[in-house]
């Protein structure tokens, strides 16, 4: 079964950083792009950032370009997102991805910027 | 304010059909195919229809997709009431290099 799994979520203060991560499993992540979405609450979807297989091209939404950084670990079948600088307008669900089509998605992982 | 455009929300009764708008530009819609979601309140989004009108398994052929030019639309015939949820149409922007989703759509099934 292809499976998407994130963890790393919780509450930050402003200005504070966390570090995402998604377990892949059931398929060969390394011959996938990969993104991350994530959802404010009670608002729609976003995309943030995506990574080609080979790490070679990744590419972030304006508002989290210089603050996020995606990477992957072929090895370890893992997506991550660094976040630093974080702000208020950052509080979403965050999403793990696969491919072009978008299927699956993870489950999700809450991330609280508040003080 | 999304990229693409979608109604805000769409509603039918049992067994009619609906159809939901995505609105876009040259650079998403207009070079590259679209993608539906659906996604249940708490729940994660799931792909609906890929490549502008194809279905995954398991999702029912009540689901249709196409496209014409900048936009595109989600078909949904014989309504029911499972089917009342979030509708969220994408697509690859290639000036962003990323994905550009619609605002989402909420289905109710009177």
């Known amino acids: 079964e292809v499976q998407l799994v994130e963890s790393g979520g919780g509450l930050v203060q402003p200005g504070g950083s966390l570090r995402l991560s998604c377990a892949a499993s059931g398929f060969t992540f390394s011959t996938y792009w990969m993104s991350w979405v994530r959802q404010a609450p009670g608002k729609g979807l976003e995309w943030v950032a995506n990574?080609?297989?080979?790490?070679?091209?990744?590419y972030y939404v304006d508002s989290v370009r210089g603050r996020f950084t995606i990477s992957r670990d072929n090895a370890k079948s893992s997506l991550y997102l660094q976040m630093n600088s974080l702000r208020a307008e950052d509080t979403a669900v965050y999403y793990c991805?696969?491919?072009?089509?978008?299927?699956?998605w993870g489950l999700g992982t809450l991330v609280t910027v508040s003080s | 304010q999304s990229v693409l455009i979608q109604p805000p929300s769409a509603s039918g009764t049992p067994g009619q059909g609906v159809t939901i708008s995505c609105s876009g530009s040259?650079?998403?819609?207009?070079?590259?195919?679209v993608n539906w979601y659906q996604q249940f309140p708490g729940t994660a989004p799931k792909l609906l229809i890929y490549i502008n009108n194809q279905r995954p398994s398991g999702v029912p052929d009540r689901f249709s997709g196409s496209k014409s030019g900048t936009s595109a639309s989600l078909a949904i015939s014989g309504l029911q009431s499972e089917d009342e949820a979030d509708y969220y149409c994408?697509?690859?922007?290639?000036?962003?290099?990323?994905?550009?989703f619609g605002g989402g759509t909420k289905l109710t099934v009177l």
């Open positions: 994408a697509a690859w922007d290639d000036s962003l290099n990323g994905w550009v």
């Open positions: 991805v696969r491919g072009f089509a978008g299927d699956p």
């Open positions: 990574i080609k297989q080979d790490e070679s091209e990744k």
């Open positions: 040259s650079s998403n819609i207009g070079s590259n195919s």
